[in-house]
């Protein structure tokens, strides 16, 4: 399934719906993302999602991962230190493996290729069917195409469940990911894709009327305001309502509604970049937390507060203090891991 649309459209938050069916019919969900500047790592977008599987797998009962232990020694057999290399973790798992054989450049990736699919049909079952969402498939590299190419062709996976987002306006005729699509789709392969629009103005009246506890009509020459500032971007939307409107929304008391003034809005301005719009927010944090972050983004996307705490020279529990004005205004994200 691809789902494509312009940055802030809501593509991630679409998809993130899907966790919980899957999860209650005991499947696996796993997400990774491709970065802009890490073009140059091969399968970092598709490890780390696998990378966060095999957590959630050595978080399960004994017994559990024991036979996750025994399907991969089956599957891999003299192979597991391809995996290993690639996701560390797997050898919790598996134990340490013995070197593989060296061979020329061709057969070693035609040899990754082909291991790297075994590992990922271990999950693939009818009992516990695998998701994984990959995000802006329009900065994926080469050698993750083709890898991906290899799996949506390879009849002997099932009960695969492969999600891909991007940004269909940076894709052009000639994009390695389109060229790659047109290929998939001329050998027989079914893809399905949504594509996200912007909001009308009938849900984004929907969407402040509920947030204003009012009727969609009470709402409306707010939405219509938001809709000219923001042209239904939902992430202009939200950031509108966040920044913009805080000074001129109040509660009537008497009324026991929320008030607008329209004309105080209008003034306001609003920019239609995101880069502009992000770096709005990150000059209004403490100076110690634009600092803090500035080192963490050379951290990479996803960084945690032991790395930090070494980084910054400082003390978790002094870096988490410092990163909750980041944490509160929606700039970074907590997540959990074992």
Known sequence: MLVSGYAGIGKSAFVQEIYKPITQKRGYFISGKFDQFGRNIPYSAIAHALQKLVQQLLGEPDQQLQQWRSHLLTTLGNNGQIIIDVIPEVELIIGKQPSVREVETTEAQNRFNRVFQQFVRVFCSKEHPLGIFLNDWQWADFATLRLLELMMLDEQTQFLFLIGAYRDNEVNPTHPLVLTLERLRKQGAVLQEIVLAPLTLEPLSQLIAEMLHEDADSGRALAQLVLRKTEGNPFFANEFLRLYSENVLTFDAHKLSWQCNIAQI???????????????????????????????????????????????????????LDLLAAIQGGLIQLTTAL
């Not at 951290?299 to 020279?313: K, M, N, P, Q, Y």
């Open 266 to 320: 209008q003034a306001q301005n609003i920019t239609d970049n995101v880069v502009e719009l992000m770096l709005s927010k990150l000059k209004k944090l403490p100076e110690a937390t634009q600092q803090i972050l500035r080192l963490a983004a050379c951290v990479g996307a996803e960084f945690d507060l032991h790395t930090l705490s070494i980084v910054c020279d400082k003390s978790p529990k002094t870096l988490f």
